[in-house]
Each structure stands twice: as C-alpha cells, then as structure tokens.
C-alpha cells in the first residue's frame, strides 16, 4: 500500500491491529457525532488564499510554553501505545524526539514516564487527579522527578463517555500490558483491577481549587485540557494557568459536543492575547494545522494520527506521519503565500457575505 497520507495509514492501521485494539484507538462514544464532526468541521472549513508572496523559503518555527519549537506540533495524550506496537510509548518518544516535538505523555501510558524522559526531551505529563489526591500528588513527584517540563491536567472527564463501543464487544487491556505510572505497591501487579481502580477514581469532584492545589505541589507551568468554552478559558486564565488545550477528547467523552475547531475563535477572542491555545481533535491533513494556527491556537497535538504510523510500522511509521504533516503544512502555507506561522491570521479563512 503507497502510504502517502494520514488517512493511508488509518486504512493500513485498521488492517494490522487486532480488531479490539483498532476499536480502542478509532472509536468515540455513544453516536460518534462529535467524533466524525471533529473532521466535517475542518472540512467545512474554506481558505482565502494569498498569492505573489515569494515563498521560496518556509519556516515552521514557533514559539510556545516561553521555548522556540521547531514547529507547531505536539504529541497528545493518548493511553497504551503498546496496543499498537510492542515499543510503545518509547516508539513514538524516539520519533517525537527527531523532530524536537514536545510529547505530552498520558497518566496511563504503557512505558513508564522516567523511560520515555531518558530518550526525549520534552516531555509534558498528562495527569488525571483522582479522588485519592495522595496518589495523584506521588504521580506528580514522579513525573516532576523524572524531568517532565509541564503538567496538562484534563478536565473533561469528571465520569468517563459513554463508550459504548468497548462494552458491545466487551473491551478490557490485556493484562500483559502494564500501567507503570499507576504502579503502587498495595495496588499490585494486575491492571485489569488497577483500571478498575482508574475508572473508580475519576472524580467528579473536581473544582478550579484542585488547580490551586496542583500549584502547591509543583513550579511547572500548568496546562489545562478540555476546555470548549470562552468563559471557562477566561476561568483559567485567572486560575494562573500557563495555557489551555481547546479539546473535545477526540470525540471521547461529551456525544454532540462542539468541535475544538469551531470553539476556538471566541476562545482565542476572549483570552488569546493573555494565554497559549493549543488545539486538537481531528488534525489528519496539512490545511487542519493552517486553519487552527490562523484561528489562534499556537499548537496543534495530535493523538491517533501518530497511532497509525506507531500501528503500521512503529517509530518509522510515527516517523512518517509527522513527516507526511510537516510537509503537508509547508506545501499548504506555500499555496496560501504565507512564510512563517505568525503569518497565519483569520483573514485565510473565508466567512460567506451576511446576505
Ligand atoms: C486511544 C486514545 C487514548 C487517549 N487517552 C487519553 C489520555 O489518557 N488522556 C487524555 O487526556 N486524553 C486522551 N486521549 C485524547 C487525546 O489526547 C486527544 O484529546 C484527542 O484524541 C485528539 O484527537 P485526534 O485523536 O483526532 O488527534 C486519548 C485519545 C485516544 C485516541
């Protein structure tokens, strides 16, 4: 197969992975309407073209979290890469680091966080707080310890989806893939009771005082993910929050909930110029980058693109798909006459005459 796009690598992936796995990585919750919204409405999205800009040279150069960055990518957090390939979360680390692209690194990741900061840097620590604060503040020390460079906590998940999909076919981890990060001593071994014990401990508790509280245990900046309202971005920003990911989880959680890229624009109005937005759901082509960084994000994370490249072909494969968007990107910022990433403003984006 002539793997020239993400889309390629989705079909190519969904041939190799075990049924069950595939469905874990792919799937949404209840309908998937925000699922497949999440790519309809990049889609729907037309761009106004600029032309006779000498675009001989083009810059991915960025900066973002007060650091220059070699491009505006970054790796989401998405749980257990081994699903995808025995190297897991190393695979991906190994490819991210060959592009100096920050890897936010789920709380439940297959490789444990002091194995993937030994090969790449940087590293973001994606924390779930759970209902027994203890255990998430000795999460935190780890990562803190083992030299990740930001937290992102997420906080659209106060009770999981309805991931229908996964109880129709009765989806549960195989118990050889472990969860380092949540290893405890009373907690054993298992993961299937250990996940048991994940869900139990979502906590739907949670307020803007555990943001206060996270901030008492560590300096690193703090970012919060999920967040798809302007007022809750404006709540954040007078958290003290260091960014904010505009997410819907990939389609994961809320079914018929707005799409990051459609809540970006009143997001990036109301609290662009105080904080750094970054975007995801739904990234697969070069044009979705454009459309996010000229709607205000400064980021885009990626979460199953890289999983189809790790699927089919491990770091070379995860390799390939940030290639493959890289390029993409600067073709598309050619065509729309724009040399570098501050060039990429709302104007790009075409709004249809009020009749
Ligand atoms: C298989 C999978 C596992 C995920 N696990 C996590 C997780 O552990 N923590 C988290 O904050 N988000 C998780 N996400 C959500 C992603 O970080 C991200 O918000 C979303 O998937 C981005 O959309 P995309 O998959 O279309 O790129 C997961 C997503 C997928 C696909």
Same mark, same amino acid.
């Given at each position: 197969?002539?793997?020239?796009? /993400?889309?390629?690598?989705?079909?190519?992936?969904? #041939? @190799?992975? *075990? +049924?069950? !796995?595939?469905?874990?990585? %792919?799937?949404?919750?209840?309908?998937?309407?925000?699922?497949?919204?999440?790519?309809?409405?990049?889609?729907?999205?037309?761009?106004?073209?600029?032309?006779?800009?000498?675009?001989?040279? /083009?810059?991915?150069?960025?900066?973002?979290?007060? #650091? @220059?960055? *070699? +491009?505006? !990518?970054?790796?989401?957090? %998405?749980?257990?890469?081994?699903?995808?390939?025995?190297?897991?979360?190393?695979?991906?680390?190994?490819?991210?680091?060959?592009?100096?692209?920050?890897?936010?690194?789920?709380?439940?990741?297959?490789?444990?966080?002091?194995?993937?900061?030994?090969?790449?840097? *940087?590293?973001? !620590?994606?924390?779930?707080?759970?209902?027994?604060?203890?255990?998430?503040?000795?999460?935190?020390?780890?990562?803190?310890?083992?030299?990740?460079?930001?937290?992102?906590?997420?906080?659209?998940?106060?009770?999981?989806?309805?991931?229908?999909?996964?109880?129709?076919?009765?989806?549960?981890? *195989?118990?050889?893939?472990?969860?380092?990060?949540?290893?405890?001593?009373?907690?054993?071994?298992?993961?299937?009771?250990?996940?048991?014990?994940?869900?139990?401990?979502?906590?739907?508790?949670?307020?803007?005082?555990?943001?206060?509280?996270?901030?008492?245990?560590?300096?690193?900046?703090?970012?919060?993910?999920?967040?798809?309202?302007?007022?809750?971005?404006?709540?954040?920003?007078?958290?003290?929050?260091?960014?904010?990911?505009?997410?819907?989880?990939?389609?994961?959680?809320?079914?018929?909930?707005?799409?990051?890229?459609?809540?970006?624009?009143?997001?990036?109005?109301?609290?662009?110029?105080?904080?750094?937005?970054?975007?995801?759901?739904?990234?697969?082509?070069?044009?979705?980058?454009?459309?996010?960084?000229?709607?205000?994000?400064?980021?885009?994370?990626?979460?199953?693109?890289?999983?189809?490249?790790?699927?089919?072909?491990?770091?070379?494969?995860?390799?390939?798909?940030?290639?493959?968007?890289?390029?993409?990107?600067?073709?598309?910022?050619?065509?729309?006459?724009?040399?570098?990433?501050?060039?990429?403003?709302?104007?790009?984006?075409?709004?249809?005459?009020?009749?």
């Amino acid at each position: 197969m002539n793997l020239l796009n /993400i889309y390629d690598y989705e079909k190519a992936a969904a #041939e @190799k992975m *075990p +049924s069950a !796995f595939h469905e874990y990585y %792919a799937g949404g919750v209840a309908d998937n309407l925000t699922l497949h919204e999440n790519r309809a409405a990049f889609d729907r999205i037309k761009l106004l073209p600029r032309i006779f800009r000498d675009v001989r040279h /083009i810059s991915l150069e960025t900066t973002l979290g007060g #650091e @220059k960055r *070699p +491009s505006p !990518f970054l790796i989401a957090p %998405a749980a257990m890469h081994k699903l995808g390939h025995p190297d897991g979360e190393l695979a991906t680390a190994r490819a991210a680091a060959s592009f100096g692209m920050p890897q936010i690194l789920s709380t439940l990741s297959s490789v444990a966080v002091e194995e993937i900061t030994a090969v790449h840097h *940087p590293v973001w !620590f994606q924390l779930y707080i759970f209902r027994d604060r203890g255990w998430s503040a000795e999460i935190v020390q780890r990562a803190v310890a083992a030299g990740c460079q930001a937290l992102v906590v997420t906080v659209d998940v106060p009770v999981q989806g309805l991931r229908e999909n996964l109880h129709r076919i009765d989806f549960s981890f *195989p118990p050889e893939i472990p969860i380092p990060n949540l290893a405890r001593a009373e907690h054993g071994q298992d993961n299937s009771s250990l996940l048991k014990l994940v869900n139990d401990n979502f906590d739907p508790g949670l307020t803007w005082a555990d943001i206060e509280w996270l901030r008492g245990l560590t300096n690193l900046p703090i970012w919060v993910k999920g967040i798809l309202r302007a007022d809750d971005a404006q709540r954040a920003v007078q958290a003290g929050v260091d960014g904010i990911i505009v997410s819907n989880h990939g389609g994961r959680q809320l079914d018929t909930a707005v799409t990051p890229i459609e809540a970006l624009p009143h997001i990036a109005q109301t609290v662009g110029d105080q904080i750094e937005l970054i975007l995801d759901g739904g990234i697969r082509r070069g044009t979705d980058v454009l459309k996010a960084l000229a709607l205000g994000a400064k980021g885009v994370a990626l979460a199953r693109a890289p999983l189809w490249g790790l699927a089919v072909n491990g770091e070379t494969g995860v390799r390939h798909v940030l290639q493959l968007l890289h390029d993409e990107l600067e073709n598309v910022m050619a065509q729309c006459g724009c040399t570098a990433v501050d060039q990429l403003t709302p104007d790009l984006i075409y709004n249809p005459p009020q009749p």
